[in-house]
């Protein structure tokens, strides 16, 4: 008769308790690693989403400034003010020169 093999193998309950515990740790931290990438990468695509944004409305109120018509040159310098300190504002745009000037 040939013994099967959970006679050939007997392995006790505490290395299996110890293999099942490795096994949660390890399910554990793959979680949280895939967690942080997903927020990394949610936060660059919220960065890059507002960098668009707020060049977009740049562009816009430099158009309106550049206008023929007093109303738009003052509306589109109050927009460059408002996105000179607005949340959406990138390093860049954080220099608006004053109004006249060139550069």
């Avoid at 660059?44 to 668009?52: E, L, S, V």
Wanted: charged share 20%.
């Amino acid at each position: 008769m040939i013994p099967s093999i959970e006679h050939s193998f007997h392995i006790g309950p505490l290395p299996v308790r110890a293999a099942g515990f490795v096994a949660v740790v390890v399910t554990i931290r793959i979680n949280t690693a895939a967690l942080r990438q997903s927020a990394k990468a949610r936060e660059q695509k919220t960065g890059a989403d507002n960098r668009t944004q707020c060049w977009t409305r740049y562009i816009w109120a430099e158009d309106l400034r550049m206008s023929n018509s007093a109303r738009h040159r003052i509306l589109g310098w109050s927009h460059l003010n408002i996105l000179s300190v607005g949340a959406l504002t990138t390093d860049e745009l954080q220099r608006v020169p004053p109004e006249g000037s060139l550069f």
